[in-house]
Nanobody, 115 residues
């Protein structure tokens, strides 16, 4: 059974930083492309960033240059470093394989950017 547990969200001011973590189990993490997704109120869930097993990363245009995805295969964990946060980054953030395993969505972690 796949389990994905996100953490690290919170309330941050514009321009601030947060680091999200996602611990994965039940998948062969080291060979999986992993992604961070987000869903803002009233909007569809979108892919924010992905990272291949070899460490190649891709980003949505809206976060390019501000967010960095990384992974630790020894810990089965993927991270999202978010800098220069903007109010439009406010959303629930989820991790999953990319493409996602539909049954594996976790609870996500809320990120709120507001002054």
């Amino acid at each position: 059974q796949v389990q994905l547990v996100e953490s690290g969200g919170g309330l941050e001011q514009p321009g601030g930083s947060l680091r999200l973590s996602c611990a994965a189990s039940g998948i062969i993490f080291r060979i999986s492309t992993m992604g961070w997704y987000r869903q803002a109120p009233g909007k569809e869930r979108e892919l924010v960033a992905s990272i291949t097993s070899g460490g190649t990363s891709n980003y949505a245009d809206s976060v390019k240059g501000r967010f960095t995805i990384s992974r630790d295969n020894a810990k089965n964990t993927v991270y999202l470093q978010m800098n220069s946060l903007k109010p439009e980054d406010t959303a629930v953030y989820y991790c999953n394989r990319h493409p996602p395993i539909v049954a594996a969505w976790g609870q996500g972690t809320q990120v709120t950017v507001s002054s």
